[in-house]
């Protein structure tokens, strides 16, 4: 769920009964996040994610959606090998912008596993990074840089709110099962600010984004295919997470979100207080996948429409994590009035989703 997540997934191996066979730490409640020391790479957990999303407007009045992801993976293989250039942690990343009069996502995505200074995730902050692509928290700013094939991103994404524990105190569930979960925390409202290269044209943008950073040994049920997810940033300063997990029939096997409120007040929502109703449906030319890329999401009482930027937000990752899924920019409306602006994730909506 990105999103990217919490949710934009990594990697490949199939659900077991249980992770502490397998060495990996389980994610359990009453075990509190420490700040600064979680924003740091968490290397037992079968995966992690730093992913960061946000809408900006460039100075001529274009509206441009931005995402940044970096994963990392414990493949548990070599371990006992002393060799550096054994394979013990995995990193992935993802970028993309959404641009309306382009029509399509531009996307790119780079693989390698943790070796000297080429690639890594740091377990004293965030700063995780392969080759010239770099994320990372510097004093109370996200630094993007990602010179990307056919597009370039040089961001900060600015704290302006407190963290957004999710779940728990951060421990979010994500099925009928204790061991089915995540730490999880999110940072809304982040102003975005740099510049942004599309077309070959260098471009000066300002907005409002969100991260999430999520770490677990395993989050999925064994009938689950996927799920739907989004983060909006409220206009009014608050801010909404809704995720649901859906079965082989589309149908939810579990739910959760939190909502802040304008005054900084947050209501964790559970599984009953969260419904998702699919809407349009658009079909990728080129994977034949179909995405249900508008809903309603009611959340807490309140019906928030979702509309894309553009239909095409398609990120094919099969060259890095071999994942195809819809991560869209979208924005959110109450009785046909906008409120807020955010990103809408989509997995498992070609074939089943397993990490």
């Given at each position: 769920?990105?999103r990217?997540?919490?949710?934009?997934?990594?990697?490949v191996?199939a659900?077991r009964?249980?992770r502490?066979a397998d060495?990996y730490p389980?994610?359990?409640?009453?075990?509190?996040l420490h700040?600064?020391?979680?924003?740091s790479s968490?290397?037992?957990?079968r995966?992690e994610w730093?992913?960061a999303?946000?809408?900006v407007?460039?100075r001529d009045?274009?509206?441009?959606?931005?995402?940044?992801?970096?994963?990392?993976?414990?493949?548990?293989?070599?371990?006992?090998?002393?060799?550096?250039?054994?394979?013990r942690?995995?990193?992935?990343?993802?970028?993309?912008?959404?641009?309306?009069?382009?029509?399509?996502?531009?996307?790119?995505?780079?693989?390698?596993r943790?070796?000297?200074d080429?690639?890594?995730?740091?377990e004293?902050?965030?700063?995780a990074?392969?080759?010239d692509?770099?994320?990372?928290l510097?004093?109370?700013?996200?630094?993007a840089?990602?010179p990307?094939?056919?597009?370039?991103?040089?961001?900060?994404f600015e704290?302006?709110?407190p963290?957004?524990?999710?779940?728990q105190?951060?421990?979010s569930?994500?099925?009928?099962?204790v061991?089915?979960?995540?730490?999880y925390?999110s940072r809304?409202q982040?102003a975005?600010s740099?510049r942004?290269v599309?077309?070959?044209?260098?471009?000066?943008?300002?907005?409002?984004?969100?991260?999430?950073?999520?770490w677990?040994?395993?989050v999925?049920?064994?009938?689950?295919?996927?799920?739907d997810?989004?983060?909006?940033n409220?206009d009014?300063g608050?801010?909404?997470?809704?995720f649901r997990?859906?079965?082989?029939?589309?149908?939810?096997?579990?739910?959760?979100?939190?909502?802040?409120?304008?005054?900084?007040?947050?209501?964790i929502?559970?599984?009953?207080?969260?419904r998702?109703?699919?809407?349009?449906r658009?079909?990728?030319?080129?994977?034949g996948?179909?995405?249900?890329?508008?809903?309603v999401?009611?959340?807490?009482g309140?019906?928030y429409?979702l509309?894309?930027l553009?239909d095409d937000?398609?990120?094919?990752?099969?060259?890095?994590?071999?994942?195809?899924?819809w991560?869209g920019?979208?924005t959110?409306?109450?009785?046909?009035?906008?409120?807020?602006?955010?990103?809408?994730e989509?997995t498992?909506?070609?074939s089943?989703?397993r990490?």
């Amino acid at each position: 769920m990105k999103r990217r997540a919490f949710l934009a997934l990594p990697v490949v191996a199939a659900v077991r009964p249980s992770r502490a066979a397998d060495g990996y730490p389980e994610v359990l409640p009453g075990q509190p996040l420490h700040f600064p020391r979680d924003h740091s790479s968490h290397p037992g957990f079968r995966n992690e994610w730093w992913y960061a999303t946000g809408w900006v407007r460039t100075r001529d009045g274009e509206d441009l959606g931005v995402q940044v992801t970096f994963f990392r993976n414990r493949p548990r293989v070599a371990e006992a090998n002393p060799s550096r250039f054994a394979p013990r942690q995995l990193l992935f990343a993802h970028a993309a912008v959404a641009q309306a009069s382009h029509g399509r996502l531009r996307h790119d995505q780079r693989a390698s596993r943790s070796m000297f200074d080429l690639a890594g995730a740091d377990e004293a902050t965030t700063r995780a990074w392969i080759g010239d692509w770099s994320f990372a928290l510097e004093g109370e700013r996200y630094v993007a840089k990602i010179p990307a094939r056919d597009f370039s991103l040089d961001l900060a994404f600015e704290a302006t709110q407190p963290i957004l524990l999710q779940g728990q105190q951060g421990y979010s569930r994500k099925g009928p099962e204790v061991r089915l979960a995540s730490w999880y925390y999110s940072r809304p409202q982040l102003a975005v600010s740099g510049r942004v290269v599309v077309g070959g044209r260098a471009r000066a943008v300002e907005g409002r984004g969100w991260l999430d950073h999520e770490w677990s040994s395993e989050v999925m049920a064994e009938s689950a295919t996927g799920w739907d997810w989004i983060g909006i940033n409220l206009d009014d300063g608050g801010a909404l997470m809704a995720f649901r997990m859906r079965d082989r029939n589309g149908a939810p096997l579990w739910a959760g979100g939190a909502r802040r409120g304008a005054d900084g007040r947050t209501e964790i929502l559970a599984p009953d207080a969260l419904r998702f109703a699919p809407g349009r449906r658009w079909t990728s030319p080129r994977t034949g996948f179909s995405y249900p890329v508008e809903f309603v999401v009611n959340a807490g009482g309140v019906d928030y429409a979702l509309a894309p930027l553009m239909d095409d937000q398609e990120l094919d990752s099969r060259a890095s994590t071999g994942v195809v899924y819809w991560e869209g920019a979208v924005t959110a409306s109450v009785a046909g009035r906008t409120v807020g602006r955010g990103y809408l994730e989509l997995t498992g909506y070609g074939s089943t989703l397993r990490i």
